[in-house]
């Protein structure tokens, strides 16, 4: 991406009467001003400056307009043609010397659309003196891609647009004083569908310009989510542009940000359409809450306005994963007291309540792997529990669906809770048996399938690991029924929008883009002996690896490390082919090949043959996967094979291909058929209510 090199804006307040904007023109280096020129861009003809080796940087200055700085803020707007892809950044130096960022902007990052962009962003805490003029420079990085200025507008005032004035709002630091519809009920979450909603989507020019995030390296085509939305009911106003990736029809792809309040009503209107209650919020635990940083809080406020303008309801269910023991028990109390003071968070009428008390859904905490102890935990539960100020909340505890395998602390703290939701737990009577020994409540856990291919970047055409097929929706439907001849009396639903790993039951398109495909070899580094939720993927020549030392990949040690290696061989001929492994004495292997594990060995003695691959048919590529756990000591991790009739050799490098990923579809059905089944779902928990053992209900959606 090519990165357009600082704007700086150096300003002067002088007095002025009322707040008309300026337009600076632009001037040569010498100050002389300087001739607009014609740029043809689609049917019209713009009179622009252009950056480029003689007029880098541009300058654009008004000495003979006056200017008032208005309470240390000042609003910039610069038109521009938007060719090629970049970033545009902007400073201002004021008169007292300091350099200023905009702290709000939208429409600083070029998507080569055609069309003229006006990019407009504030400035704070510009300091105003009676002194000087109005000046600002632009260059570009690369003289071949030159940035068209058509105009540029100073002003003290906002500019009238809604986005914008969005972009520079706060909603998150009050009360919602927005249009409300209240919720049928909200006084017990018995009977009710919840889904977990994340929100963590975003594009580069919408209010948080964070760039591409949770859709993957867009720029690239590469991508992370292994579901492509159904972009036809969002407001096109609020997609972006997923630059140069193009649908399998030809289109051009486009993708939404959760930053925008109109895509998270869509969400929402979705909801109240398919008779889903509400949503829990998935707040992350970590150092960048509002309440400790100071930064944005758009997708919490999002959530809050869409609930009430659907008539909705929702709640915080907080995700410990990953955050540190020591830390958690403060930074969760700083939040809720920021989100119960700042926010006023229970002045909010749909804000979902259990028995009167608001609920909160506290998601992780007895996980082994979430390295909690059992101490911190009880703390945790006993503030939300019992705090004389910030207590007197409905807890909802995320636990293992392996919960009674548990230690005796860990079973002690599972029942402080007033509710839980054992993860991914079918046993759905017996969990409602159990629970009620000890007097919780229980939520049932569903999903319609689950898939992360494109996330962890898995070989194309394999489905032997975390693939979950939804069935054209069977397999989502007998969970919906078996909840409900069980006797449960809460549905959550595991997730609304997780477009990540595949179990979002928002609508998704048939229409995605190509996976990725490039010459190598892709390999994912893990800390530790075995895959973890997340690693370091680079991008091999060859499926060989240099095992102990240097290290192997950034962050990664020279020894006790895991490392998935896979992609596509390009076999030349049919027939069968035996696969051996090179490695060093004592780690762990394990080979798949066309869906067949070949090797699967603890502790190998550095070579073993495999059984032979029959490949039936003409020619083709096949996915295969290495799985590595690599202890310590020295040598080379290498794939060989033997073709018919040859000696075992190196898979040659022009035989293997990074090809992963995959994205599922509808399997023929709407898009919106996971919507449709979730409705149909609580219809059938809630007939069900009171009649357990369970009536004779369907194992069909029709």
Known sequence: MIRFPLVFVFLASVPAAGAMPIALPASQRDGSPMSRTGLQAGSETFKVWTTGPATAPLTFASKTQKFTVTGGCVYLQVAYLDAGYGLIDVQLQDQSGRKI?????????????????????????????????????????????????????????????????????????????????????????????MVGYQGWFRTPNDPDARGWVHWGDIPKGFFSVDMWPDTSDYPKEVLEKACDVKLGSGKQAYLFSSAWPAVVDTHFKWMREHDIDG??????????????????????????????????????????????????????????????????????????????????????????????????????????????????????????????????????????????LPWMSSSYEQDIADFKKIGLSYYAHVKPGFSWANLKHLPTGDNTISFTPRQRG??????????????????????????????????????????????????????????????????????????????????????????????????????????????????????????????????????????????????????????????????????????????????????LRDAWGRFINNEGRPSDWWLELTGKGKRLMNDNLGTHPGSNLQSNPH
């Open 101 to 193: 960022k905009p702290d709000r902007f939208l429409g600083l990052t070029m998507a080569d659309s055609g069309a003229l962009v006006r990019a407009r962003m504030r400035f704070t805490g510009v300091a105003a003196r009676d002194t000087g003029g109005i000046s600002f420079g632009v260059a570009v990085s690369k003289p071949d891609k030159p940035l068209a200025v058509e105009s540029v507008i100073l002003q003290d005032v906002p500019f009238d647009d809604p986005n914008f004035s969005y972009a520079i709002s706060d909603p998150w630091l009050q009360a919602y004083k927005g249009p409300s519809v209240a919720p049928a009920d909200n006084l017990t979450l018995k009977g009710k569908v």
């Open 279 to 420: 949503a829990f919020l998935q707040r992350f635990v970590n150092d960048r809450f509002c309440s400790i940083s100071g930064k944005p809080e758009r997708v919490l406020a999002n959530v809050r306005a869409a609930a009430n303008r659907e008539g909705r309801i929702w709640a915080i269910e907080y995700d410990v994963s990953g955050y540190s023991d020591k830390k958690l028990l403060e930074t969760m109390k700083t939040d809720w007291k920021w989100l119960v003071d700042v926010f006023k968070l229970l002045e909010d009428k749909n804000y979902a309540r259990e028995g009167g008390k608001p609920v909160v859904f506290i998601w992780g905490l007895p996980f082994e792997n979430r390295n909690y102890t059992p101490e911190t935990a009880d703390k945790v539960v006993d503030f939300f529990k019992n705090d004389p100020q910030y207590g007197g909340n409905h807890v909802i505890g995320g636990i293992p669906g392996n919960w009674r395998k548990m230690a005796p602390a860990w079973q002690r703290h599972i029942a402080r809770y007033h509710c839980v």
């Open 474 to 655: 069977s397999y989502y439907w007998n969970q919906l029924t078996k909840v409900a001849n069980s006797g449960a009396e809460r549905l959550f639903v595991g997730m609304f929008d997780e477009y990540d790993e595949g179990t979002a039951i928002m609508p998704m398109s048939d229409d995605t883009p190509p996976t990725p495909s490039r010459p190598g070899v892709s390999a994912t580094f893990f800390k530790g002996e075995r895959a973890g939720e997340s690693g370091t993927n680079v991008r091999l020549d060859r499926a060989e690896l240099d095992l102990g030392n240097p290290p192997p990949a950034r962050g990664i040690p020279e020894d006790h490390y895991f490392v998935r290696l896979g992609g596509v061989i390009g076999l030349p001929a049919p027939g069968a082919y035996r696969f051996s492994i090179e490695g060093v004495s004592g780690d762990d292997v394990r080979i798949i090949v066309a869906g067949k594990t070949l090797i699967d060995l603890k502790k190998f003695p550095g070579r073993a043959i495999s059984k032979e691959v029959h490949v039936a048919g003409a020619a083709g590529p096949v996915p295969y996967r290495i799985e590595y756990a690599h202890r310590t000591g020295s040598g080379k991790l290498r794939l060989l094979w033997q073709t018919p009739g040859a000696k075992p050799a190196p898979v040659p490098a022009k035989s």
